[in-house]
């Protein structure tokens, strides 16, 4: 894992020309942080960058809160972005006019690069097209997205200019489709890959056993990226690819691929605040992560309480406090009412640990308290020993700092059984994958009387995930590129 940085910038010694301008596109919530995490280490070394965004999916919060400036149209799709998971999800997401969102994106990121260039590839570009008038290339109106080709007799996506503006970058985060993005504006590039890592497929030892031949087509071939992706990776505009691991990097730069270890974002800005429950407390802290996207939360939530009430039986008279990190945006109401339902009450006030929080969020039933907060993610991460997940980024935050986490499939459209294989295969030994909450007790009882594999699994996460400073480094890098 290697993690040295091509240059050792110091803030605000920017080798960067006046007027150097970054656009970030991503596609999902936890995409927008990862690119506003590395937009933060930019604008520290480099004050005058002009920075924009296009969040692909969602309404790019993330940036605003940062004072980034949007472009295009934003629209938060049915699926919430999990298109890939269910098919029933696409024909919603079109349904609910992701075909016209895309098309007003695309168009928004032409304007931004014709702001982007100089008057003479302007006159230039101009020229062009009416060279290319007869061949069905783009009209001066810059209204279509897409070529007629004569050769092939049909539609063809291909990039805006093949010019690419002088100190212009875009920075694509997530999948193929910012990418793709990224490729169709004609700027040079630089791509965060976030959805795909070699570990769904193999380890360090080689390709991942007793897998069907059908699921073994995900590394046909030879990696976890597929040919048509790794052309955009490899493309002569693509500055940088930053995969998510060590492995990932090794294995893209076999194939020609400008990949750089330089860590996962994030793992940055997880520091905790304050340490709201005491360290010398004897209780076994348990993280529970339902996840973020209503209504889908809240059946987690009742499949995460059947674990919760059978592990205050299996642990008997051992005190227990499950610390539920509850997104901010939710309302916290549902979450009361499950808790009550499933015999918890609320729990009187005790002077210091947890006690300062609200009444409210604070409920116990028997040897065991359940906390709900919704400011304290970080110190949540770090007090406790395991954790009962069925969440995405959350899940692979804990599991980087070296703990074991238990999952069950829910219903989703996230969280399905697919997506939890899934998530076991991309973490290994750190996950236990269970089928049903009543399995939960249990597999806890087993990791916490085996030292030896707590040990194994704190060493598995921190390699999968990599360690702090990553958004530093890849900026750094950036710089160096562009």
């Not at 793992?267 to 010398?280: A, G």
């Not at 210091?352 to 400011?375: C, Y």
């Amino acid at each position: 894992m290697d993690y040295r940085s091509p240059s050792s910038l110091t803030p605000h010694s920017s080798p960067l020309a006046p007027h150097s301008r970054l656009l970030c596109l991503s596609n999902g919530h936890g995409e927008d942080i990862i690119a506003v995490r590395i937009v933060q280490e930019l604008q520290q070394l480099c004050p005058n960058l002009d920075i924009a965004a296009l969040p692909i999916v969602g309404e790019g919060k993330a940036y605003t809160r940062l004072g980034i400036p949007l472009i295009g149209s934003v629209k938060t799709m049915p699926s919430g972005g999990f298109i890939y998971m269910d098919g029933r999800q696409l024909l919603g997401d079109i349904q609910g006019g992701l075909l016209q969102l895309t098309g007003k994106q695309l168009r928004a990121i032409r304007q931004w690069m014709k702001g982007a260039g100089s008057r003479e590839q302007g006159a230039l570009r101009c020229r062009e097209q009416r060279a290319e008038g007869a061949e069905g290339a783009e009209g001066a109106e810059g209204d279509k997205i897409t070529n007629w080709s004569l050769v092939t007799g049909h539609w063809s996506l291909s990039p805006y200019t093949p010019h690419p503006t002088p100190h212009t970058l875009v920075l694509a985060v997530g999948d193929i489709v910012p990418l793709l993005f990224a490729w169709w504006s004609g700027a040079n590039y630089a791509f965060v890959g976030t959805a795909k890592s070699e570990y769904y497929v193999r380890n360090e030892n080689g390709v991942l056993p007793g897998r069907s031949p059908f699921a073994r087509l995900e590394h046909w071939s030879g990696s976890i990226y597929h040919p048509w992706e790794r052309y955009f990776m490899s493309h002569r505009r693509c500055r940088a690819v930053f995969p998510r691991d060590s492995l990932t990097a090794k294995i893209l730069q076999q194939h020609g691929v400008p990949a750089f270890d330089r860590g996962n974002p994030m793992m940055d800005r997880l520091e905790p605040s304050q340490l709201f429950v005491e360290e010398t407390s004897q209780a076994l802290k348990i993280l529970l992560l339902p996840g973020s996207r209503p209504p889908e939360v809240y059946r987690n939530w009742e499949l995460i309480l059947q674990a919760v009430k059978d592990l205050i039986v299996t642990f008997g008279d051992r005190p227990l406090v499950f610390l539920a990190a509850i997104a901010p945006h939710l309302d916290l109401e549902p979450f009361c009412q499950a808790l009550v339902k499933t015999g918890f009450s609320e729990a009187p006030l005790v002077e210091g640990g947890w006690g300062d929080l609200p009444k409210k969020l604070t409920f116990q039933q028997k040897n065991a308290f359940v906390i709900l907060t919704q400011h304290a993610y970080n110190d949540c991460l770090h007090q406790a020993q395991i954790a009962i997940a069925m969440a995405g980024t959350a899940t692979e935050q804990f599991i980087g700092l070296g703990k074991p986490a238990i999952i069950m499939p829910g219903q989703g459209p996230q969280f399905t059984y697919a997506f939890a294989e899934a998530q076991s295969r991309h973490f290994g030994e750190s996950i236990t994958f269970v089928q049903n909450p009543h399995q939960v007790g249990d597999a806890i009882a087993a990791l916490l009387s085996n030292p030896e594999k707590l040990q194994s699994i704190a060493e598995n996460g921190i390699r999968r995930m990599g360690k702090l400073g990553a958004a530093r480094r890849i900026a750094e890098c950036l710089i160096e590129k562009f």
